[in-house]
Structure formats: structure tokens, C-alpha cells
């Protein structure tokens, strides 16, 4: 082995034992340290991490809630994983069956090699259209945050009727023109290696800092293992080609997203906008077009960035609450 390749995999080990390391100490940080519901006497309902194999990769996912209870069923961000909602699920499992599953090749998912699995859109939303089944959950109010709507789009039009309602947090279910993806456009347009390589700007360390950081209100409010973690993920091998994969086909979904929108125009699901205003992605003024398709839409801007959750999870999490208790039954 060179010496080269041994100081990198060295690297490699030192970031995956930091990070779990620093998911270890998180945990028993928050198990000695009470939060606003313990501090007020209540005490959150319990997550459950499982794995359940779908199509021969298992899939990971968070659990709360009762079952019976109607699902809430939350889908991550790129480049996150269920961890996002950890401060939501316990907020939300009061009242309902909370399923957070992560993608093939995100978060403790499985990675199957890029020869045998497509990582894209219709796999993902058909790995969880068969999760669904496994669980036997035929309906679901939908949270969707980032890429979460397109893949959860899929899902409901697939069996239209199967979702109850939507809660879309910085996901749009239009193509967005934002300079933000200025980079990307030419990725999507040829598909080189040229462009593809260009495109390695997007899962950069600096890259996905920003994502957490750009527009909050005060930096200091978000958890630098955020970041920490992803990165750490980013960097088993193979996982950069699979996210250069994901990153490609987003500019494949304009014919999705037309299809998602014709849906919203003839069901009306109940939806709830809540995004952050300042997200350099999709900001809180672009979110508004929901409402070009879904008039009832209701539209809350928070004054933070594109990961709204990680400053304003009491917030969202009151908002949802009084919004699915309108609109979905709780037998």
C-alpha cells in the first residue's frame, strides 16, 4: 500500500470514529440534559431505530408513535438523512405513528454498488412504496423537506388518495431558476465528466456547512455535528459517485413535478408551507408558488435557512400539530 493511500484511509477512520463518537456523546448529552417537554413534566415518547430489508437493502428508519395512530410519514433532505427529524419525531409522537425512513445509500441505509442499483428518484420511490407495504401502511400525511417531495410525490401519484395531507419544508414541487443551481444546469444539460466533476462543488465539506448555516439568524443555534456527520457519510467509498448520481437526476423531474402539480390542481390535499425564508436554495418567497396549484395552501416563513428544523423545531412542530389536527382524523 502506498503511503499516500494508507494517511488517507487513516483520515477516512479517524472521521468515522469521530463521528461516532460525537453521535454516541449527542445521545448521552440529551439523555442527561432534560428538554422543554421533560423540563415541563411531560415526558417524550420513546424512538425506536430499525431496519427493515426491502428488495434486498435494508433500510433504515426511526419509529415513534402509536400504531393505529394515523402516520406521519417524514422524508429527509439531500444531503441528510432521518436524522433531521430527530428533534421533530418526539414532538409529533404524542398524537401519531412517526416513520422516518432513510434512502438507499443515505444515513444507515444500505449502499448497494451503483452496478446493481439505480440511485435515483423512481428507485428510491419504489424501495419505499415497497417499505409502505412491508409495514402495511396504505396511508400517510406526508412531511417532506428537499428532495423528500419529488421522491414522496412519486408515491402519491402512484396510488392516488394514499396521502392524507402534505407538509412541505424547503421542497418545492416546481423546477426552481435559482443561481443556486447554476453549476448543476450544465450537469443536467450533457452529462459530462467535465460537468459531473464541476458538480463535486456541491458535496464539498465548505458546501454542505452552507446548507446548515446560510441564512439562520444566529449560527451558533445549530450543531456543528451536523455537518460533521454528513461529511463522515460523504465519505465512504462510493458514496460521492452515488450523490453525483442524485445531484444528476434532479434535472431529469420537471415531467414529475408537472404530473405532482396536476394532482395538487384536482385533489386538493391539505398542505401547510413551512420553510425557511432565507434558504438560498429555495427561499421562503419562492415557496409561496404552491399556491399557484394549491390556493388553500397554508404558508408559515420562518426566519432561518434551508435545515428550518434545526432552530425552529418547537415552531414547525406546533404548527404541524395544529394543522394535522384539522386536517386528518386521529381514530
Known sequence: MRRSDFIRGGALLGLVGAAGFGARAEEKKAAARPGPAEASGHVPTPTFYRTETVEGIPIFYRE????????????????????????????????????APDYPGF??????????????????GQILDAFLQKLQIEKFALYASDIGGPIGYRLMLKKPGRMT?????????????????????????????????????????????????????????????NWLIDNCLMSRPGVDEI??????????????????????????????????????VFSGEYMKKYRDFLPDAEIHLLDTGHFALEDHASEIASLALDFLGRTIRND
Not at 444515513?107 to 428510491?124: A, E, H, I, K, M
Not at 442524485?246 to 408551507?273: C, S
Request: net charge neutral; glycine share 8%.
Open 64 to 99: 415513534a408513535g402509536r400504531p393505529g395512530s394515523p402516520v406521519v410519514m417524514l422524508l429527509h433532505g439531500w444531503p441528510s438523512s432521518s436524522r433531521m427529524y430527530r428533534d421533530l419525531i418526539p414532538l409529533l409522537a404524542d398524537k401519531y405513528h412517526v416513520i
Open 165 to 225: 395531507a402534505l407538509i412541505a419544508q424547503n421542497s418545492p414541487a416546481y423546477r426552481s431558476p435559482n443561481p443556486y443551481f447554476k453549476t448543476l444546469a450544465q450537469y443536467w444539460k450533457d452529462g459530462s465528466a467535465e460537468s459531473r466533476q464541476a458538480a463535486r462543488v456541491y458535496i464539498s465539506p465548505e458546501a454542505i456547512k452552507r446548507l446548515y448555516v446560510f441564512g439562520v439568524k444566529d449560527e451558533a443555534r445549530i450543531d456543528p455535528d
Open 243 to 280: 450523490n453525483l448520481d442524485i445531484l444528476h437526476d434532479i434535472g431529469g423531474d420537471g415531467p414529475v413535478l408537472l404530473k405532482a402539480q396536476d394532482y395538487f390542481r384536482e385533489h386538493r390535499p391539505p398542505t401547510l408551507v413551512v420553510t425557511g425564508a432565507n434558504d438560498e
Open 107 to 124: 444515513g444507515q441505509s444500505g449502499v448497494p454498488p451503483r452496478s446493481t442499483y439505480d440511485y435515483s428518484f423512481d428507485s428510491t
